[in-house]
T-cell receptor, first 116, second 112 residues
Framework: GAVVSQHPSRVICKSGTSVKIECRSL??????MFWYRQFPKKSLMLMAT?????????EQGVEKDKFLINHASLTLSTLTVTSAHPEDSSFYIC????????????FGNGTRLTVT | GIQVEQSPPDLILQEGANSTLRCNFS?????LQWFHQNPWGQLINLFY???GTKQNGRLSATTVATERYSLLYISSSQTTDSGVYFC??????????????FGQGTILTVHP
């Protein structure tokens, strides 16, 4: 089955630093990947759509300069949280779809970010 | 945008009991998926079920697309079934392609 790998699974950083999270499709190519964010005891909210070879599209209210997305190849998308602050602490999870519209999304295992 | 409502929000069961989780959505959908999020945060893909009925072991799901709801059945529950169950939908085409909207989840606790 389709596997999406996310790294790191957990990261602790200090305020003001930047953190990069990687999302890889291991056994398929993904022209589009999706980044979600989940606050404790809450549901998942779509942050942005990562498009291979072009700019990401961000959902309303998501700061594109804070959350930099790069989709440089058909199997890798990265999310960089820049100048992180404690309020950026959250669970970030990526997903990708094999094939076209009528197929399931597959999710990575997520990254728990803690900013101190 | 599309609204997704799940019920009940919390469910406590004794091991061996059966349960039904419901997902209502406000518009037609291309995709509907059920997920189980375990205590470590991993989202386990349970069913991809935009319509019809599917079964996988003790779990089964039914989506009635024309009436805009889906049901997840858990039979003979086990403590390992504990966690949060999410329903997520993907409205038809265009700019919404691939953008799953999640319900608020049902927190299931199964006691031994």
């Amino acid at each position: 089955g389709a596997v999406v790998s996310q790294h790191p699974s957990r990261v602790i950083c200090k305020s003001g630093t930047s953190v990069k999270i990687e999302c890889r499709s291991l056994d398929f190519q993904a022209t589009t990947m999706f980044w979600y964010r989940q606050f404790p005891k809450k549901s998942l909210m779509l942050m942005a759509t990562s498009n291979e070879g072009s700019k990401a599209t961000y959902e309303q209210g998501v700061e594109k300069d804070k959350f930099l997305i790069n989709h440089a190849s058909l199997t890798l998308s990265t999310l960089t949280v820049t100048s992180a602050h404690p309020e950026d602490s959250s669970f970030y999870i990526c997903s990708a779809r094999v094939g076209q519209e009528r197929s399931p999304l597959h999710f990575g295992n997520g990254t728990r970010l803690t900013v101190t | 945008g599309i609204q997704v409502e799940q019920s009940p929000p919390d469910l406590i069961l004794q091991e061996g009991a059966n349960s039904t989780l419901r997902c209502n959505f406000s518009d037609s959908v291309n995709n509907l998926q059920w997920f189980h999020q375990n205590p470590w945060g991993q989202l386990i893909n349970l069913f991809y079920i935009p319509s019809g009925t599917k079964q996988n072991g003790r779990l089964s799901a039914t989506t009635v697309a024309t009436e805009r709801y889906s049901l997840l059945y858990i039979s003979s529950s086990q403590t390992t079934d504990s966690g949060v169950y999410f329903c997520a939908v993907d409205p038809p085409g265009g700019t919404s392609y691939g953008k799953l909207t999640f319900g608020q989840g049902t927190i299931l606790t199964v006691h031994p």
